[in-house]
DNA sequence: CCTGGAGTTGTCCTA
DNA sequence: TTAGGACAACTCCAG
């Protein structure tokens, strides 16, 4: 065994079950954390995640700190590059767990190969899924491409496995450090950004995303059949970004779960969240092709409309159409939003107003804290209807309708888009139909008329798609 | 190979 | 007022 150790921390700001870490100091006596923070991947590109990575890092540097491990952040342009760099050191191992992107994984490849011709010890670890994507198949052997069955035999798998790894690492006597040089953390994110206003609705640390499992299995889950719909109220477990960023192992959640006394049927949906994430995963591997295009090729002829205009109106909230400005508003203001409205928004950005998924898609990866390639790309195409295991096309979702049947009051509503806050009830989702006025509200000046109408928009996307049905 | 059932999250119209 | 069917037909998957 050689002396040194690196974990090449990317996705795993934890401490618990983190198996790469761990082995790395169970077999060595001096371990490093090494972090490559490479730039372009996310100025300009994923803004909302690039703070959470910021404030993760200074969180995490604390936990490591408890044991004795120090953490090196190196700014970069490239990570082969950079890469090429590290491998000049002399007598070290290197760990670390999968991402399972196509990129990543062809990455890992590709250093795999250097490593070996350097003679340079190195292991690489399961990442955070149940199982690789790998291990669930049909019996022909192929992918699956209907959630329900796929499902049905993943958790079937996972729980063959029957594995438990709590796994902890091991503190160690003194720090020691292993880069020459590194660069500050604070490089990594220069603050004053419109990101700002995060820290008043997260805290990127392993202790919080315990804390947050705990209190929604406690509280939450019993209800969360009913409750996750609702957006006003906090019946979703938030995890997300956790799970993204790896404070948290998708299998602690699982296991946590499984703990419960009384299994409802709240526990069941929420157990299927996980699903879909893992069903996510094995869609962008098996076909990786659906990160830039259309899964189901017929949809390439859909006529797409590009309108400036209306994007911009869509990604500030101001659409005219409260519940779509709500969603749009949380997510600019939280770097998040509520499940149920992100299927509102996504499916009037790609039914009303016909633009392209993709646009949406770039639009939520720069706002998103829980920015997950994968989740994001089988998201957008479920809800575009080019998916695997999609939406009908007739499924329109009527914003009014939904608002209506999800935020009855308006709390929600009136939550995030303040010019509303004194419409009434029942106007609340069609302001436009309100014949009374109000002081100092006026339509048009304080809050925009429906920028297109629900019924003319719907028959449009309606005729849009029988005409690729056609070709 | 054939067969039948099913398919995350809806809407709208009719009786 | 409300429940039920139409919206389309295709692909996926298991037996």
Redesign the pocket.
Known sequence: MTKNAVFWLREDFRVKRNDALTYATLNHENVSVVYIFKKQEFEKKREAKQWWIYKSLLNFEKDLDNLNINLEVILSDSYESTFDKILQYKNFSIYWNKIYEPDFLKFDEKIVLKLGKKNIPYKIFKGNVLNEFNEVK??DN?P???????W??AEKIYLDKGFSRDSLPKKRTSKSKFLKEYSKKEDVFKPANWQDKFSEYWDPSEKEASKILKKFLSENIINYGDQR?IPSVKGTSRLSPYLASGQIHVETVWEECEKLKVKKRGYRKFI??LG?REFSYSLINYFPEMLKQNLRKEFDNFPWTENKKFLSAWKKGLTGYPIVDAGMRELYETGWMH??VR?ITASFLVKHLRIHWKEGEKHFQNCLVDFNSANNTA?WQ?VSGCGA?A????????PI??GE?FDKKGSYVKKWVKELKEIPEEFIHKPWEMKNKIQNFELGKNYPFPIVD??LA?QSA?KAF?QIKKN
């Open positions: 049909k019996n192929t699956f491409k209907v959630f329900s069955p796929f049905k035999n719909d299927n969240e879909w499940n149920r299927m998201g479920w295991d939406a009908p096309y007739f499924r329109i979702f009527n309708l939904q049947k629900h019924q719907r309606l029988q």
